[in-house]
């Protein structure tokens, strides 16, 4: 990309971008498990929002179909935060471009984590969107965000852009800090911290009772074990805490009712045996 505008949050970079470029006549359609930044910056903004079935690519395309006046927006995210799964970013770009959209992907949980030299899911699945959204909370461990475009947009929302007109910018002592958690991540040991992050990942899922739980399709570092009840997720929450495992239980509306969850996130610093432990906990839970 030739631009990158820096943001403050990765939730000031969605509303920014959403609400500077679409208009009334203009149509946002989103997957309906978005993060709550791009959907409320949907919202907040005058174009219309339609929401597809989260990762149908036919039903985005019945949405793009219908008559629009203006420019249409498909919104999505590389790594989903309380699912774990990634969007079919090929289809979904290829849908788009053929309906004549703009395709705006966040990848928070995706960037510095996936793809050569941490690039992100868009780099691993060969995908180039108009607008990219990476934030630097997570695989970089700082904070803040970037949106990546043409010169044209870059332009567009240093003038129109009121996250980026009227609010305080990026520290330089941050953007110092992203630098070099970048260096990191490009190095031999940003590529040895992936690789032992996916093989704790696959560890994890190879041990989890099936039985007990239910297992979506998500093979990033978010684990969502799906428990369907409220109270039993907060049970089980609360029996992983005092056993010294820190799992956060997930209820409705952050998630659709009736999947109430635990949301485990592993990093590349634990360790074969924490993820041993945390499956002994898990299976041992009383209910």
Not at 142 to 166: I, K, M, P
């Amino acid at each position: 990309y030739p631009r990158a505008l820096l943001f403050i949050s990765g939730f000031a970079a969605n509303q920014a971008v959403i609400t500077a470029l679409m208009k009334k006549n203009d149509r946002i359609v989103a997957d309906r498990l978005s993060h709550a930044s791009l959907l409320e910056a949907a919202n907040l903004s005058p174009a219309q929002l339609r929401r597809f079935i989260h990762n149908d690519t036919q039903h985005l395309s019945r949405l793009l179909q219908s008559p629009s006046v203006g420019q249409q927006l498909v919104v999505t995210e590389g790594v989903y935060s309380m699912d774990g799964d990634s969007a079919p970013l090929a289809e979904i770009q290829h849908i788009a471009r053929r309906h004549h959209a703009w395709l705006l992907v966040d990848d928070a949980h995706g960037i510095g984590v996936t793809g050569d030299e941490g690039r992100g899911t868009c780099w691993l699945r060969g995908v180039k969107p108009e607008l990219l959204v990476v934030t630097f909370g997570k695989g970089f461990g700082v904070s803040g965000a970037a949106v990546l475009c043409s010169e044209s947009v870059a332009d567009y929302l240093l003038q129109f852009a009121r996250h980026l007109v009227y609010s305080t910018s990026m520290p330089p002592a941050q953007a110092q800090a992203l630098s070099a958690s970048l260096a990191v991540i490009r190095s031999d040991e940003g590529r040895e911290r992936r690789e032992k992050l996916a093989a704790l990942v696959q560890r994890f899922r190879a041990g989890v009772n099936a039985s007990r739980f239910t297992l979506l399709n998500a093979h990033s570092a978010i684990q969502p074990l799906i428990v369907g009840d409220n109270s039993r997720a907060l049970h089980l929450a609360e029996a992983l805490r005092q056993q010294g495992c820190w799992a956060t239980a997930i209820r409705p509306p952050t998630v659709p009712v009736g999947t109430a969850r635990l949301r485990l996130t592993l990093t590349q610093a634990h360790e074969a045996c924490d993820i041993d432990r945390l499956l002994e906990v898990l299976h041992g839970a009383g209910e």
